[in-house]
């Protein structure tokens, strides 16, 4: 059995109430936009980190995490990027990663946008779990957690955060 954290989107910023929202989790899944080698430092010391770069992301963190991870966690196998799409919306490159291997659980962040969508067509769940940085038009910070045991997911949690800023939207 797994805890896992899902985040997304940080930007650079990692509060101690995300590591307090991921404190039960036994594993950390950062879908990239990490921002700075300070979030993966933070996170990675904290829990075992699993991650992807993103599309803000700089060099230093393009070269510790792939652009696509493939793994499989108690018995469910996992794709993560940053940019895929979601059911029906795919980008080229994810759908043809999808349909080559065919994992249970998809998961995405870039869209800013907390999703739950399971697509019956690939045979696989889709998760986006929002942003839990600072930057962006998004007004409510999400992260999730949830368990994998014996190649299911189950237990499913949004958290909200802090809002970012009430009424003000903070840009790149």
């Known amino acids: 059995m797994a805890r896992i954290g899902l985040i997304s989107d940080t930007h ?5 109430g995300i590591l307090g929202h991921l404190a039960s989790c036994d594993e950390i899944w950062h879908a990239g936009d990490i921002g700075d080698t300070s979030v993966s430092d933070r ?7 699993r991650a992807v770069h993103g599309n803000i992301d700089g060099q230093v963190l393009r070269v510790r995490f792939p652009e696509k991870l493939h793994w499989t966690c108690e018995g469910m196998p996992v ?9 029906g919306r795919y980008t080229p490159d994810a759908l043809a990663e999808l349909r080559n291997t065919r994992p249970r659980l998809f998961i995405t962040g870039h869209s800013h946008i907390l999703k739950v969508a399971r697509d019956a067509a690939l045979g696989c769940l889709h998760i986006n779990p929002g942003a839990a ?4 038009w998004h007004r409510v910070r999400t992260l999730m957690r ?3 045991e014996a190649g299911e997911l189950r237990d499913m949690e949004v958290v909200e955060l802090m809002p970012r800023r009430p009424g003000k939207t903070i840009s790149k």
Request: aromatic residues 10%.
């Open 12 to 16: 650079g910023f990692l509060d101690d």
């Open 43 to 49: 996170l990675s010391a904290f829990r075992l980190l």
């Open 79 to 87: 794709l993560m990027m940053h940019i895929g799409g979601h059911p």
């Open 133 to 136: 940085g600072l930057q962006g």
């Open 146 to 148: 949830f368990t994998i």
